[in-house]
């Protein structure tokens, strides 16, 4: 993993060494996925919902299983008995078109922040597979950032920066 620290997220089942059930929202666009974790009441539906009404797809909502993929590193799915479903606090739950898997590109981590205004990018491992990571805790305006950010393709490389 190359120096990265070890995500550590809310666990619900280990599947073996290459699937992991976990706490959190998982949403996508033009086959870059995005998990996004935090504590329970940190926003992570909310931050999905505010993505879907961007423009993004809905993968996962409450519980991700994210696994070793064949063709790419790791790839994000929901449980079956919620797959489409999205739960918007203090209304209620709706059914959504969904896609079936995503590969995960980037994790939202709603625990922490950063008071950087260009951090340098951070990584956590998951499943033995490196990720970057964007702490989104208390950042004002981060849905449309990170929309920005997937319509991209992702973050620049910190050389972009040295020269």
């Given at each position: ?77 929901a449980p079956g008995p919620i797959q489409g479903l999205l739960e918007l606090r203090g209304i209620g739950l709706v059914r959504l078109p969904f896609t079936d898997q ?62």
């Open positions: 993993m190359s120096g990265a620290e070890e995500f550590k997220p809310r666990i619900a089942e280990r599947a073996g060494p290459d699937s992991i059930t976990l706490h959190g929202s998982a949403v996508a666009l033009n086959d870059r996925g995005m998990l996004i974790t935090g504590d329970p009441g940190s926003g992570k539906s909310q931050l999905a919902a505010e993505l879907l009404a961007l423009g993004a797809g809905l993968v996962a909502d409450d519980w991700v299983i994210v696994e070793r993929g064949r063709a790419v590193g790791l790839v994000m799915s995503a590969p995960l590109t980037c994790i939202v981590d709603l625990n922490r922040e950063t008071t950087e205004r260009l951090p340098r990018p951070d990584k956590r491992g998951l499943l033995g597979i490196t990720c970057p990571v964007i702490f989104g805790k208390g950042r004002p305006g981060l849905a449309p950032a990170l929309m920005a950010m997937l319509r991209a393709g992702g973050l620049l490389d910190p050389e972009f920066f040295s020269l």
